[in-house]
């Protein structure tokens, strides 16, 4: 299963790489929004199965937006994660650099995204979040695809193409926020059982806890920690080489039975 899920994530990083490597289309489509706008606001899309008629081209010139650089560390990361497992595509990067920094930081700072995204994920959760990434990919060359033809008939077949892989991304995501529920069910599990546990020291941490309050200079944080002093404003200690002010003597402490 290891090697399958690693052979999945070298093609879609290869796919990654070519994406980035490319510069994106004139008219790059918009993002998803994180909710969709009421019914009465929206007109309805086209039937299903029918052409979708391509937009007026526009005209505006393509202007990059600013990246971002990665630090001198991420950089390090991302290009010696490339040039064990791609070196060909290393030498490209490298090549790159020499030849238009300003697009290499964009090239870096695409393929640090998907590099984010596969790190710290566990092992039953990766496959899911490399497919679903994999179809956002086929899903972006199916629209480039789309816009670059004129033929209606092509336009159509594209369209079917995109909203199969659109269900299998909606899918793949599905997988992933089950994975996702189920260890935040087992972190639960498991804050339940040290909480438990903690129940039952009660009398120990609470005499733990007036010890250190009551030796402390002044209350604690919460946590058992000593925090700032409980001197009101002018009672701070003398400048050294003056007399020591007159007081009283301290009242000794309670016992922890009292």
């Known amino acids: 299963m290891f090697q399958r899920t690693s052979a999945?994530?070298?093609s879609v990083v290869l796919t990654v790489?070519?994406?980035a490597m490319a510069e994106p289309p004139a008219d790059p489509p918009a993002a998803e929004p994180t909710d969709p706008p009421a019914a009465t606001t929206q007109p309805a899309g086209p039937a299903e199965g029918a052409a979708v008629e391509p937009a007026e081209p526009s005209t505006r010139p393509h202007v990059h937006r600013p990246v971002k650089p990665l630090t001198a560390e991420q950089e390090k990361e991302l290009l010696e994660s490339v040039q064990r497992r791609f070196p060909r595509r290393y030498k490209e990067l490298t090549q790159l650099r020499k030849d238009n920094p300003e697009r290499?930081?964009?090239v870096l700072a695409r393929m640090w995204r998907w590099h984010e995204r596969w790190k710290y994920l566990p092992e039953e959760a990766r496959k899911a979040a490399v497919h679903r990434?994999?179809?956002k990919i086929q899903a972006y060359h199916l629209v480039r695809t789309w816009r670059q033809t004129s033929d209606r008939r092509k336009k159509r077949q594209i369209?079917?193409?995109l909203?199969?892989?659109l269900i299998e991304k909606f899918n793949a995501e599905q997988e992933l926020r089950e994975k996702r529920l189920a260890a935040m069910q087992r972190e639960i599990q498991t804050l339940r059982k040290e909480n438990a546990e903690r129940a039952k020291k009660r009398d120990q941490i609470v005499r733990e806890h007036l010890r250190r309050m009551?030796?402390?200079d002044g209350p604690d944080?919460?946590?058992g920690h000593p925090g700032r002093s409980d001197r009101p404003p002018g009672d701070s200690p003398p400048p050294a080489g003056s007399p020591a002010p007159t007081t009283q003597p301290a009242e000794p402490l309670p016992a922890a039975d009292e």
């Open 8 to 10: 999945v994530i070298a």
């Open 17 to 19: 790489l070519a994406v």
């Open 104 to 106: 290499y930081q964009r």
């Open 133 to 135: 990434d994999e179809m």
């Open 159 to 161: 369209e079917r193409k």
């Open 163 to 165: 909203r199969k892989v």
């Open 214 to 216: 009551l030796l402390a």
């Open 221 to 223: 944080d919460g946590r």
